[in-house]
């Protein structure tokens, strides 16, 4: 058996990712959902989402940051207290697809994926 030893300070960034959504298989994507305060949606898919607890129901993702900020789900997510949480499926991969992209603070995601955002539950 061979073994491959990483020093992941000495890594990029961009490298490490790689490396750790390449380990833990198969990794479900988490498509988080978040209400910005005048009303309008944010969408994004991580690829860090897991279960934490099931008494209570506990689920978390881990949101990582753009260079200069936190990504517009973690910060929607603080201010509001909550997000929804979809699982992708194949039918709708296309449309996840289009909601990792690069977009500003004010876009609407579920919009721009053709996606309709409907109210989350407990």
């Not at 260079?67 to 296309?94: C, H, M, W, Y």
């Amino acid at each position: 058996m061979s073994k491959r030893y990483f020093d992941l300070a000495q890594t990029e960034r961009r490298d490490n990712y790689k490396l750790l959504s390449g380990l833990v298989v198969p990794r479900p994507i988490g498509w988080i959902g978040t209400r910005r305060e005048d009303g309008s949606y944010n969408l994004a898919p991580f690829s860090f989402f897991n279960v934490v607890s099931s008494n209570p129901p506990v689920v978390l993702f881990s949101a990582g940051m753009h260079p200069d900020r936190p990504k517009d789900s973690l910060t929607l997510a603080e201010q509001s207290g909550e997000f929804t949480v979809n699982i992708v499926s194949e039918e709708v991969v296309e449309a996840m697809s289009v909601t990792s992209g690069s977009f500003t603070a004010v876009d609407d995601e579920f919009a721009i994926a053709g996606l309709t955002a409907v109210q989350g539950s407990l």
